[in-house]
């Protein structure tokens, strides 16, 4: 059984990230000037190589640091790919960012432009190719039983599933679940190959044999009278423990916890709207969006509205009432795109695919999203945001809050134009549940680069969809 070795791991990945980084840097160099780019950058040939090498004492501790401090050289088991390299990115913009403002401060004005391109081009795919052969050899090892943990799991519960669940269809982690302890559940029944081998009281004699290198509590809600003493056994062992809480449907991926004078207070919904420097950011995006919105797309909707004007009869803006930020109505704005109807008949369920109440005019609008466009004027004034949930109806508000669980939580953010559920598909007459999933994802999650993200993603898949009908 292999023990705990992320000190020595972390230093071999630190001594590999330094060369990675000078390497980088080397090659950054040779390609400038030792290639046919020597010569096309004026006054970059001013400082001769020596100067240039000088300048690797404080470019890799410069990155060594920038890794660290994005947490890079955290424990990689259980984490995705994705975040190593958004903090690769991350790391390697702060750092030439950093470069250049120290260039700046020396007045080193000759340092070629086109070489720091280069190395932070180079440094993150290097890094990236490094840290993905590191992942790849570790994987092959632990498939031949090296570099594993081994777990054992104290207490049957929703929260031991899911981590069973997870454990298995991720081998790459390197971890092996050992067994469950339980009071409740009788020894010998498994869940995914693993089996219940005793009672909780069982760790005193487990712990001492030494063969364990991680614990993970996964108590059961109905036993937390246990979770303290369990937790002084456990650390009296030394053994490396976690804690899995069975209450992952209360609280957040990401719980947001406060310090009340020294008692902690875990915040069962955390979002980052309710921030009032987020918030300001956010609407002063909306006002200077929506504006140029109505600017650029104004000869649009004057086309718009003389189709609809001259091809059925009634107004060409329909209003409709939607429950909007902290649970208050407004009237959403809409180019028309139905026949006339009484409001009993509108109110009574959702447009369908091939409804014959919309008109041909208004078929076109649905499909193109165009008769969307009048919500700028929502934006505007503030009763909606470029992005966030869409609003609904107050009927439909008061059934769905009654159906699916968190429903109401979407009201904490202005509704949107358009949103992270839309752009995935759930718009129209799809699933209430899984929009509502997607929506509390960008309302707990939400930073200003995922509006931007989510804004741009519209221009490919939120105008145009098969279910926009």
Partial sequence: MIKDNQKVFNRLHLLVDAVVVAFSYLLAWYIKFCTTFADTEPGAGALDMGT??????????????LYYFFNMYAPKRGTRRKYELEGILKANTVGIVLFIVVLYMIKQQHFSRFMMGAFFVINI????????????????????????KYILLIGYSRAAEEYITRINA?????????????????????????????????IRYILPENKLDEIAITLAL???????????????????????????SL????????????????????????????????????????????????????AAALA????????????QER?????????????????????SAEESA?????????????????????????????????????????????????KFKEEIPRYMIKHQVRPGLTGWAQINGYRGDTSIRKRIEYDLFYIENWTMSFDIKIMFLTLFKGFINKNAY
């Avoid at 993905?132 to 090892?141: D, K, S, W």
């Avoid at 246990?226 to 209450?247: A, M, N, Q, R, W």
């Avoid at 165009?370 to 700028?376: A, I, M, T, V, Y």
Wanted: with cysteine.
């Fill in 323 to 343: 429950v909007g930020l902290h649970n208050r109505t407004f009237k959403m704005y809409k180019f028309r795109t139905m026949e006339m109807q009484r409001p």
């Fill in 308 to 319: 609809i004007k001259f091809t059925s009869r009634g107004p060409v803006i329909f209003k």
């Fill in 125 to 148: 795919v290097l890094t990236t190719i490094s840290r993905t052969l590191i992942r790849n050899t570790l994987l092959y090892f632990r498939k031949k039983g090296y570099n594993l």
């Fill in 170 to 202: 991720n081998p790459q982690w390197g971890y092996v679940v050992r067994g469950i302890l339980d009071d409740r559940i009788p020894s010998g029944t498994m869940y995914k190959g693993v089996k219940v081998v005793g009672r909780i009281e069982n």
């Fill in 222 to 248: 109905k036993d937390y009278d246990h979770l303290e003493s369990i937790v002084d056994l456990c650390e009296k062992s030394g053994v490396h423990t976690k804690f899995i809480p069975d209450y992952n």
């Fill in 251 to 302: 609280v957040p991926s990401h719980p947001y916890t406060e310090d009340l004078m020294g008692l902690p207070v875990i915040n069962i919904r955390y979002v980052p709207l309710t921030n009032t420097l987020n918030r300001v950011a956010k609407r002063a995006v909306d006002i200077i969006g929506s504006s140029l919105g109505i600017v650029i797309s104004s000869p649009i909707m004057v």
């Fill in 350 to 398: 959702w447009t369908v695919k091939d409804d014959p109440r919309v008109t041909g005019v208004g078929k076109f609008l649905r499909r193109t999203s165009l008769d969307e466009l009048p919500q700028l004027f929502n934006i505007l004034v503030g009763e909606m945001s470029l992005v966030g949930p869409r609003p609904e109806r107050p009927q439909f508000v008061e």
């Fill in 52 to 65: 240039y090498f000088s300048f690797l004492y404080f470019v890799v501790p410069e990155y060594i640091i």
